[in-house]
């Protein structure tokens, strides 16, 4: 089994920053992709940025210029630097990632979400 924990949600002025951060912990042998996804009321989930285990990334239209995904392997945490927020982007931000357990079986798993809040 595979926990991710995320951390760094909070209350911030439109033009502020914040750093997300999810680490995962349990029975992992590898991570593929990371990533985050956010989902405002009344909107569906989507796709904020992701980023492969060579370090490739993505990111949604949105936020490409404002926010950074990274990663560190070696404590299995991907994090989420976000600049310029705008109060658009205020949302509940789940962290989900792609593990490969001992078994070299691949599960995606889901964090249980960090609330963002971008007043104006």
């Known amino acids: 089994q595979v926990q991710l924990v995320e951390s760094g949600g909070g209350l911030v002025q439109a033009g502020g920053s914040l750093r997300l951060s999810c680490a995962a912990s349990?029975?992992?042998?590898?991570?593929?992709?990371m990533g985050w996804y956010r989902q405002a009321p009344g909107k569906q989930r989507e796709l904020v940025a992701f980023?492969?285990?060579?370090?490739?990334?993505n990111y949604a239209d949105s936020v490409k210029g404002r926010f950074t995904i990274s990663r560190d392997n070696a404590k299995n945490t991907v994090y989420l630097q976000m600049n310029s927020l705008k109060p658009e982007d205020t949302a509940v931000y789940y962290c989900?990632?792609?593990?490969?357990?001992?078994?070299?079986?691949?599960?995606?798993?889901w964090g249980q979400g960090t609330q963002v809040t971008v007043s104006s």
């Open positions: 989900y990632a792609e593990v490969v357990d001992g078994k070299r079986h691949e599960y995606n798993y």
């Open positions: 349990g029975s992992i042998f590898s991570m593929n992709a």
């Open positions: 980023i492969i285990s060579g370090g490739s990334t």
